[in-house]
């Protein structure tokens, strides 16, 4: 797709995109082969926001299939060869789990990491208040099934279970509880209040490796790999979130950090 109907498939959703000069990095080594996608944010203006793309080699092909305009969605297919590529971190930032070190500089390390060569597909577009991109584990036909997708079995399986609104704030879900489960949170924090994490991100108190800025809450329990939380759920990028009771919580079905996209929520 050229980097002109890509530009006009982005704006048939309302989003702006910038199909970039020259890559965001790598720009004298094998990492400028690669397609790399991004989001620059202004300090102020929602406005000042913008999707960026480095579409990379040639042989790289990089598609809008789906646009849903009332959403301000859509979603993109990247599929390009396996390569190998470097890039660097700071050194208190964590790299991809796949990642490898390569080298260390006075202020950074660098990576080696490979594309994947099969089709990869991301949803990208509005969400509340900030643009953001999303891999999918699986290709959608649409919008709404991509949102299905990174729902997860976890998460539909517990609505079935209990039923009742399901609340979301970015890559986290808040279900309804069972009685079961109820019971069992209660008897946990009377027996053990000392294991109850307050006002912590809840990757952190769960000891998940999610890149980003966390999403904190007031109190966060970890049982048998469970979590559940209960209070205030903040995040800058997000409408703060009051739990009145416990909600088992779920992470989302994207990658972390998917190889050439860096954005990070």
Avoid: C
């Amino acid at each position: 797709m050229s980097s002109s109907t890509l530009i006009s498939r982005f704006a048939q959703a309302g989003l702006p995109l910038q199909v970039l000069e020259r890559p965001l990095f790598g720009g004298r080594g094998q990492g400028r082969d690669i397609v790399q996608l991004d989001i620059t944010r202004g300090e102020r203006r929602r406005a000042a926001e913008s999707f960026r793309l480095w579409p990379g080699a040639s042989d790289n092909r990089v598609l809008v299939t789906t646009v849903d305009k009332p959403r301000q969605q859509l979603i993109v297919m990247v599929h390009e060869p396996r390569r190998r590529f470097e890039f660097e971190v700071s050194k208190h930032q964590s790299p991809p789990g796949d990642a490898r070190l390569v080298r260390e500089t006075k202020w950074a390390r660098v990576f080696e990491q490979f594309t994947n060569d099969r089709k990869r597909h991301f949803l990208a577009g509005m969400d509340e208040q900030h643009l953001f991109i999303a891999q999918l584990p699986h290709a959608a036909p649409t919008v709404w099934a991509a949102h299905v997708a990174l729902k997860g079995d976890d998460v539909r399986q517990a609505e079935r279970r209990v039923g009742g609104k399901t609340v979301r704030q970015g890559e986290w879900f808040f279900v309804q509880p069972t009685p079961a489960e109820l019971l069992e949170v209660e008897a946990f924090i009377t027996t053990t209040p000392h294991r109850v994490s307050r006002n912590v991100g809840i990757a952190q108190a769960a000891q998940l490796r999610r890149v980003g800025r966390p999403h904190d809450a007031d109190e966060v329990v970890v049982i048998k790999e469970r979590i559940y939380v209960r209070g205030h759920v903040k995040h800058p990028d997000h409408a703060t979130l009051f739990l009145r009771g416990w909600r088992r919580t779920f992470g989302n079905t994207e990658a972390s950090q998917p190889e050439g996209v860096y954005w990070v929520d």
